[in-house]
């Protein structure tokens, strides 16, 4: 199995995914404004792989940190912590890890006592990731059946998670499972995560995968190449409105219109219980992803691009939301009020 991130001779060692699928390559960092660069560039991506990446930024600004007293060192941790926030707008993930590390620091005595508690909290952070992911796909693979084809946008694996993956987790549990399943994923347009990264990492490991087009979705599923979807999420809120990358509402809304049911992987963490559709920030990236880099443009030079991240899935298109802590089914107002009242 992949391992995305892990602590390494006092630095935060992470595999470099925008050199994948052609050169497996971990890179370091000491500096915690090198690991915000890492999460904006994406280096590292997928939502909980970046909370875990923000807690361990956060460990090393709190190294970096001269402060003697805890006051003071937890005025240069909310300094880094507004850093590391900038970086992703609308995974949910990060503003947890981030939160969660500067409210363990927020309750230590001394400034040194701070800094070991949050360097131990992350660790935990990262291994529990691991930990949540195997136990969300065993609650998962009961949902899919042996010689299932399954549908998948973007990457939720091991490359989007600290190890093993969510939506991919799923599948990879239901492979461990005995059950014979075969991928087909999008090549997720404009950054290519189906075709760099999910591709790359379940012929990895064994799973059998093909790549299609985006603009192949409808095609498959009226062809009836496809039994299931299921996809991770950046953001899930109360009211079980889905934030995933961009692709994915066309990816549901085609599974409804062809009665495939469609499920969404991940985490508790992923969870945004305050917010409102209306609340949401959708990330907007650079146009050249789309119209290409200077020296390699696919678009006339000077056209307007609207380069979205992610969109929004409405509840009324997604068959369950599969959780460490069970599944969530319609309606989700209920359901996932009653998986947190369970875990928390």
Same mark, same amino acid.
């Given at each position: ?34 690991? $915000?660069? &890492? ?7 997928? +939502?909980?792989?970046?909370?875990? !990446? /923000? %807690? ?99 990457? $939720?694996? &091991? ?7 969510? +939506?991919?987790?799923?599948?990879? !549990? /239901? %492979? ?169």
């Amino acid at each position: 199995m992949l391992r995305t991130i892990l602590w390494k001779n006092d630095k935060v060692a992470m595999i470099d995914q925008t050199k994948l699928p052609g050169t497996l390559e971990y890179v370091e960092y000491d500096d915690y404004k090198g690991v $915000a660069d &890492a999460i904006k560039r994406l280096v590292i991506r997928g +939502a909980p792989a970046i909370g875990v !990446a /923000a %807690a361990f930024g956060m460990v090393l600004a709190s190294r970096q940190s001269s402060a003697t007293t805890l006051k003071d060192l937890l005025r240069d941790l909310d300094a880094a912590r507004t850093y590391l926030r900038a970086t992703r707008p609308t995974a949910v993930n990060l503003v947890w890890a981030l939160n969660k590390i500067y409210d363990t620091a927020k309750m230590s005595t001394d400034a040194q006592t701070a800094r070991d508690v949050i360097f131990k909290e992350a660790i935990s952070m990262a291994e529990n990731d691991i930990i949540t992911n195997k136990t969300m796909g065993r609650n998962g693979s009961v949902l899919f059946g042996d010689g299932d084809t399954i549908m998948t946008h973007c990457n $939720a694996g &091991a490359l989007a998670t600290v190890g093993y993956g969510t +939506a991919l987790g799923v599948i990879r !549990a /239901a %492979a461990e499972d005995g059950k014979s399943v075969q991928v087909i994923a999008t090549e997720t347009r404009p950054i290519q995560q189906g075709s760099r990264l999910t591709a790359f990492e379940l012929m990895h490991d064994g799973i059998d995968v093909s790549l299609i087009s985006d603009t192949a979705v409808g095609y498959s599923m009226a062809n009836g190449l496809i039994d299931k979807v299921v996809v991770g999420a950046d953001r899930i809120l109360s009211t079980g409105h889905v934030y995933n990358k961009i692709g994915t509402y066309q990816v549901a809304t085609m599974a409804r219109q062809h009665n495939i049911p469609f499920y969404v992987a991940a985490p508790l963490s992923t969870f945004d219980m305050d917010s409102e559709p209306q609340d949401v920030v959708i990330e907007m990236r650079r146009s050249a992803e789309v119209s290409g880099p200077p020296e390699n443009r696919t678009a006339p030079e000077g056209v307007n691009v609207l380069n979205p991240a992610f969109d929004m899935t409405p509840p009324e298109l997604i068959s369950g939301i599969i959780t460490e802590a069970g599944v969530a089914t319609a309606p989700y107002v209920e359901s996932i009020k009653k998986l947190f009242k369970a875990n928390f």
